[in-house]
């Protein structure tokens, strides 16, 4: 069965420092996804891209967030400057357009540690 | 793997049992929700789904049930195994909008 593989698993970085969070979506998908969840806390929206561009964003993705679909396989999350509170998982996530067929498939999540 | 939602509501059922976990939702316009299990140290997996149409839904071994006028979801697990537990969390969307919004979860402990 097709899946959303993320790498890497765990990421450990300095505060202040640059992380990139990769994702390859499954194939044939056009709608992408980045989620957080911080430990104990339930899953949160971070953004959604289609077409090259973001379609809707949360106020959690701010100027410190970016995405990025470089080469029509993967779709990365770029946090320039991290904070200590930006540790959490990362779950990257895609769908098919199709109303019909409206659900995510999530990738196993990066946990991000900022130090 | 990581330990998700430490302090989440917990259910605790005997093997065999059946598992009723509940939801409340937030959005009266939210048209499609969704059920996801999420084990530890893994990302989200879909259970079964619903239209805001429909007023139930069974898949294999669980029943997605919804109260549109109390805005309330539940999923019914019948004859529960240890490889129901996990953390489950109920997931409202707005077709219009492409963002899902999760509720807090439960976790769901089976006994042997």
């Known amino acids: 069965e097709p899946e959303v593989t993320q790498t890497p698993s765990h990421q450990v970085t300095q505060m202040g420092q640059e992380v990139i969070l990769r994702c390859v979506p499954i194939?044939?998908?056009?709608?992408f996804y980045w989620y957080r969840q911080i430990l104990g806390q339930k899953v949160e929206f971070l953004v959604s891209?289609?077409?090259?561009?973001?379609?809707?964003k949360s106020e959690i993705f701010d100027d410190q967030f970016s995405v990025e679909r470089p080469d029509g396989s993967n779709f990365t999350l770029k946090i320039r400057s991290t904070k200590l509170e930006d540790s959490a998982m990362y779950f990257c996530?895609?769908?098919?357009?199709?109303?019909?067929?409206?659900?995510?498939?999530f990738g196993a999540g990066t946990r991000l540690s900022v130090l | 793997g990581e330990s998700v939602g430490l302090h989440l509501p917990t259910l605790s059922v005997q093997e065999g049992d059946n598992s009723i976990i509940n939801c409340a939702y937030s959005?009266?316009?939210?048209?499609?929700f969704i059920w996801y299990k999420q084990e530890s140290g893994k990302g989200p997996q879909f259970i079964i789904d619903?239209?805001?149409?429909?007023d139930k839904r069974q898949g294999q071994r669980v029943t997605v049930l919804l109260n549109k006028t109390v805005k309330h979801l539940s999923l019914q697990i019948a004859a529960t195994q240890p490889g129901d537990s996990a953390v489950y969390f109920c997931?409202?969307?707005?077709?219009?909008?492409?963002?899902?919004?999760f509720g807090p979860g439960t976790r769901l402990s089976v006994l042997p």
């Open positions: 996530a895609s769908r098919l357009e199709e109303l019909a067929k409206n659900i995510q498939y």
């Open positions: 194939s044939n998908h056009l709608y």
């Open positions: 891209f289609y077409n090259n561009e973001i379609s809707e």
């Open positions: 959005n009266s316009a939210s048209d499609y």
């Open positions: 619903i239209r805001s149409n429909m």
């Open positions: 997931a409202e969307i707005f077709v219009y909008g492409q963002n899902f919004v």
